[in-house]
């Protein structure tokens, strides 16, 4: 068993080695692409091969570990393991459809081999599994205030419907409508419904066409379909804006560059202590 431990280690400690399945995970990754619009001969035998090889990979970290524990605390051990294991899985076994596309989904997850193929990368995924509880509580700092400004936009700006509109409004409404050609139901009110809110503030969020929001406003203002002057409007979608795009983006890069910083002085620490060593 050492001579097997000893083999093992050897092998995965082997630059060579680390090459050999850095470029299968590549060809790979390219052929996945390639698999979706172009059935070949030659394709598949190369994934079955990358199986065996990312087979065989798995094998030697496995017994070249000092210990079971110590092989699943790598998470890109447990990563690699579950992926080839989910490869393994023949489509005859399925009779829902549902459930072969599901896991035709999950072998596409293959290409995310590529994240442990470049050690930046996996020093990137390092820093955003650090970051990951500061981003938790970052997200349920946005999610409070996605929540507030949605109330507020539903009470300002949610428009009546043909159906409990007043007699008086309803060809305003008409021609709100008509102003707006081909518009769908949630252009026509971005803020009728809660998950549309959020969606609309969402998009407002990435810059997406947010003057036009405001600018079917004005318009529904314009008819007295909303209670809202174009001042109101205007200083609305600014000030989400401004607070969701700088504010908060910025908390969130905050984060994530503090995290690096440390994981790259816990690295920098580790090199001079093994140099010392």
Not at 48 to 59: D, G, K, P, V
Request: glycine share 4%; hydrophobic share 50%.
């Amino acid at each position: 068993m050492s001579k097997l431990k000893s083999f093992c280690t050897k092998i995965i400690s082997s630059k060579f080695f680390e090459g050999i399945i850095m470029f299968v995970i590549i060809l790979n990754s390219v052929f996945i692409g390639v698999e979706m619009s172009h059935h070949n001969y030659w394709i598949y035998l190369f994934q079955n091969l990358a199986l065996i090889i990312f087979t065989l990979e798995i094998f030697f970290r496995f017994f070249g570990s000092n210990s079971v524990k110590e092989y699943f605390k790598n998470g890109w051990n447990v990563f690699d393991l579950l992926l080839v294991l989910v490869a393994y899985i023949p489509d005859g076994i399925f009779e829902n459809t549902q459930l072969l596309v599901a896991l035709r989904v999950l072998r596409v997850f293959r290409v995310l081999r590529l994240l442990k193929a470049f050690p930046e990368v996996r020093l990137i995924v390092s820093v955003l599994i650090r970051s990951f509880s500061a981003l938790t509580y970052n997200a349920l700092f946005f999610t409070i205030f996605l929540y507030l400004f949605s109330i507020i936009g539903m009470t300002l700006f949610k428009m009546p419907t043909i159906e409990n509109v007043s007699p008086d409004l309803k060809e305003n409404l008409i021609l709100f409508q008509e102003k707006l050609p081909g518009a769908n139901s949630n252009a026509l009110d971005p803020y009728g419904t809660l998950p549309e809110t959020w969606f609309t503030l969402f998009k407002i969020l990435t810059g997406d066409d947010w003057a036009g929001v405001r600018y079917n406003l004005l318009i529904a203002s314009e008819l007295n379909l909303i209670h809202a002057s174009s001042t109101v409007i205007t200083i609305f979608h600014v000030v989400w804006y401004i607070f969701s795009a700088f504010l908060l983006l910025n908390l969130l890069v905050g984060a994530i560059l503090n995290n690096y910083q440390i994981i790259m002085e816990e690295l920098k620490n580790k090199k001079e202590s093994e140099m010392k060593n």
